[in-house]
């Protein structure tokens, strides 16, 4: 979607390993969240940003890190990635301007750790 | 290939045909609906939302229904098109949480 940009789009990591994905949004909006994707479960929330420095965890938040230095980027951190991790993720964000009070999602980063 | 699920409930219905896709929600205290759309290999993409004061908001060819006794949502689209072909979540929201809770999507499958 315009405006909000996920990278990499695809990523293959080996266990143990330490993984970063990327947000990026240009639209200046406050809020920001990680969210996962798997088979049977929908959506869960990892963590969020209410603000720059300001983070909060969400339902799934173990074995995952996140750090916002500035208001367009947020960033995913799998200290050491495990099999269990292997998921989509995707990053999405809210502002509070108008009725619409939803998300725009990125795209979503395809992990597989082998 | 996409990962949203591969045991999803599917709804297959015929183009031209008028698809009904439900939710339930589950917390009382929400007052904020969305319904989204996904698409293979994409992000999920907003549709229509309501607020809890309202029972019905139209769209252009999208209807939602929202029933707060039974705590129950649904989507209405009519004359369904190949295009409308994907996975459909509803979300809901309390007041100033600014976080959804996400159900686990229907796929819709237009018939040709």
């Known amino acids: 979607d315009a405006g909000i940009t996920q990278s990499p789009r695809h990523k293959v990591t080996e266990t143990g390993t330490p993984v970063t994905l990327r947000c990026h949004q240009t639209?200046?909006?406050?809020?920001m969240y990680w969210y996962r994707q798997d088979p049977g479960h929908g959506l869960r929330l990892i963590h969020y940003s209410y603000g720059v420095k300001d983070t909060d965890k969400g339902e799934v938040s173990d074995g995952y890190s996140v750090s916002r230095s500035k208001t367009e980027d947020f960033l995913l951190t799998l200290e050491s990635a495990t099999s269990s991790q292997t998921s989509v993720y995707f990053c999405a964000i809210s502002g509070s301007t108008g009725t619409n009070y939803g998300y725009t999602f990125g795209s979503g980063t395809r992990l597989t750790v082998v | 290939g996409e990962s949203v699920g591969l045991h999803l409930p599917t709804l297959s219905v015929q183009e031209g045909d008028n698809s009904i896709i439900n939710c339930a929600y589950s917390n009382s205290a929400s007052d904020y609906f969305i319904w989204y759309k996904q698409e293979s290999g994409k992000g999920p993409q907003f549709i229509i939302d309501i607020r809890s004061n309202m029972d019905k908001r139209q769209g252009q060819r999208v209807t939602v229904l929202l029933n707060k006794t039974v705590k129950h949502l649904s989507l209405q689209i009519a004359a369904t098109q190949p295009g409308d072909s994907a996975v459909y979540f509803c979300a809901e929201s309390a007041s100033g949480t600014y976080k959804y809770i996400f159900g686990t999507g229907t796929r819709l499958k237009v018939l040709a």
């Open positions: 639209e200046n909006h406050r809020y």
